[in-house]
Nanobody, 123 residues
């Protein structure tokens, strides 16, 4: 049974930093691309970042480029999202997801999802 468990969310102030973690089990982690998505209240879930299964060049939504970094540790079966200079508009529930494709930025390409961890950024 595949499980993705996010952690690290919380309440921070604008300008603060936060690192989210997503621990995976039940799958061969190194063979999956991993992604982070987020959903703000009243909005659709949107793409944030993705990292290929090889851990190579990652991709980001324009709204987070230069502030967020995605990285994975295959030895720990964990993917991280480091978030710097957080803004109130970054407030959302953050989800990690796993895809068997080499690269995936579309939600439809992800087979497994975590339950999410909330991030609230106060101004």
């Amino acid at each position: 049974q595949v499980q993705l468990v996010e952690s690290g969310g919380g309440l921070v102030q604008a300008g603060d930093s936060l690192t989210l973690s997503c621990a995976a089990s039940g799958l061969t982690f190194s063979t999956y691309s991993m992604g982070w998505f987020r959903q703000a209240p009243g909005k659709e879930r949107e793409f944030v970042a993705t990292i290929p299964k090889s851990g190579g060049a990652s991709d980001y939504a324009n709204s987070v480029k230069g502030r967020f970094t995605i990285f994975k540790d295959n030895a720990k079966n964990t993917v991280y999202l480091s978030m710097n200079n957080l803004k109130p508009e970054d407030s959302a529930i953050y989800y990690c997801a796993a895809s068997l494709l080499t690269y995936a930025s579309s939600q439809a390409l992800y087979a497994y999802w975590g339950q999410g961890t909330p991030v609230t950024v106060s101004s």
